[in-house]
């Protein structure tokens, strides 16, 4: 019967049946046996189900399997292409994607059918997944070679630079109105003060003129695709999206692209591959005729090594719930892979329980901004089948380790302020003193008309880049014995609330740590506002010098 597939055991044999599931046609075996000898050696024992057959049937192949006890994820792998129902030899290469019916999101002129991979990992039909799952989309080997390839690239590359210490975000203006709007905008700057450490650094890409995070808006298409090329560990899109294209940046009489399709042959992010994450409409529609946005990303070989995208209309308040529950899974509990991470969320999304302080500010929100509060269970519930995970669940997370810092909890603006810290690690550490996510290093410019000319399109630019530079001052110092001490000037503008943060790296390894500070404004100024470090006595650690590159 189809319902029985052959169990392939590759690696260390583990009791209790099969850990993961491949649905794959034959002729992506080839092109797959190096993910597959990859995954062996870390001790994953397969069974492979064949993509022949309705999607009940592919279901049942899985839930036998699953009745061994152990499975723990599933990969399909190929394309749901809607052609696949009149073409067979387009079927012979797909896997086809499930349809449930819509609920809360055809109410918002969303199609009544939801596209969706949950369903295969729902093991128990209560509409919850229980097992990580994800789709490498090719649509022939070589395109599966080419996804296959980053993922190894990117799980045995050395850990090191900066990529692996940011995050970068690009917002699309809401359009929901002048009373939800700034409750979105407000909702969103909580979260990135709040939700990610201050261990790491943030960027704000924004489609709204007015904000000194809009570069030009002629440049706003190729800031985007910059911050993907420049490496990070995530970069997230929140906004509205299409199959095919994200959102336009609008001005006055006139509106420029954020990205596109026709933009995948400039993506080159080989050097720090993001995981992209898309809190927005139909950029994850694989079951379109064309590929989709988040399909042709994981297929181009400068772009993420994943994504995660809805396949239609999404919800804000769903989509803030399911983001608040992915920065805690990383930033927090940890799990060891990305599919873990992402079935951790979803199941959080409808845990009514999972009540952190986050979430009941989310609820709070959700009720004012809903047409029908009673919903949002529904709305959160119709969520798990919206988001789908365009890559490798078992693709392995790497979490930094630790640099302990100790710093007073205050500081006068022009002083001296000694660090000391500790960490397992030796190597080259960066120590900076930057501003909070929620406050800038200098005023703004307001903007009131808008102004095309190139002087006011320079100023656009100029006002983007000190927004994201949160850095007030930074030393580099060479680590040799895992303790260190030294001290930084801190300048006279700075003020208010920040970080004191640390990245060590030795091309290897890389550890994180921060402390918060208040930059007090100095009692008097009788201190030379250009005094430096190099009038101060090179610096001592417990166990040994530390080399100082001052800056």
Known sequence: MFAHALVVALGTVMSGGPDTVVVSAPEYLDALRPWLAYRANQGHQFAFVSNKGTCEQIRGAIRAQAREGNLRFILLVGDADPAALFDSRIRARCVPAYMVPATVTVRYRSPPEIATDNWYADLDDDHVPDVAIGRLTADSPDELATMVGKILAYESSRRGGTWCQRIN????????GPLVDPIIE??????????????????????????????????????????????????????????????QVRVPGESYPILSTADMPKLDSRHGAPIAVFLA??????????????????????????????????????????????????????PATLGEIILHAKKRLVNDEARDWNRRLLDVLGAAMSPD????????????????????????MYYPRKVELDVAAEVEAGSYLEIRGQSELTGRCTIEL???????????????????????????????????DRRWTFREIEIENGTFLTAIKVPQSARGAGHVRAFLENGEEYALGARDITILPPKDDSLPAHASLEDRPPEQTASGRVTDTRR
């Open 169 to 176: 975000f690009v917002a699309g203006v809401g359009g929901f």
């Open 373 to 396: 509060p009673k919903l949002l269970a529904e709305e959160r519930r119709e969520h798990l089948s919206l988001f789908n995970l365009f890559g490798d669940p078992l693709m392995r």
């Open 281 to 334: 409409c139909y950029t994850g529609a694989y079951d379109q005729p064309y590929d989709c946005l988040a399909e042709q990303m994981l297929r181009a070989p400068g772009g993420p090594v994943a994504v995660l995208a809805g396949s239609r209309v999404m919800m804000p308040y769903a989509m803030a719930v399911l983001g608040s529950g992915l920065m805690d899974e990383y930033f927090h509990r940890q």
């Open 434 to 468: 930057v501003c909070r996510r929620d406050r800038l290093r200098e005023q703004p410019p307001t903007r009131r008309k808008y102004d095309n000319s190139l002087t006011s399109q320079a100023a656009f630019n100029a006002a983007y880049t000190t927004a994201n």
């Open 186 to 247: 407000m909702a969103t700057k909580k979260f990135l003060t709040d939700g990610i450490p201050p261990e790491y650094a943030t960027s704000m890409t924004y489609a709204n003129w007015r904000s000194p995070y809009c570069p030009s808006p002629n440049f706003f298409h190729q800031a985007t695709v910059s911050r993907l090329n420049e490496g990070c560990l995530f970069w997230v899109y929140i906004g509205h999206g299409y199959p095919y294209q994200l959102d």
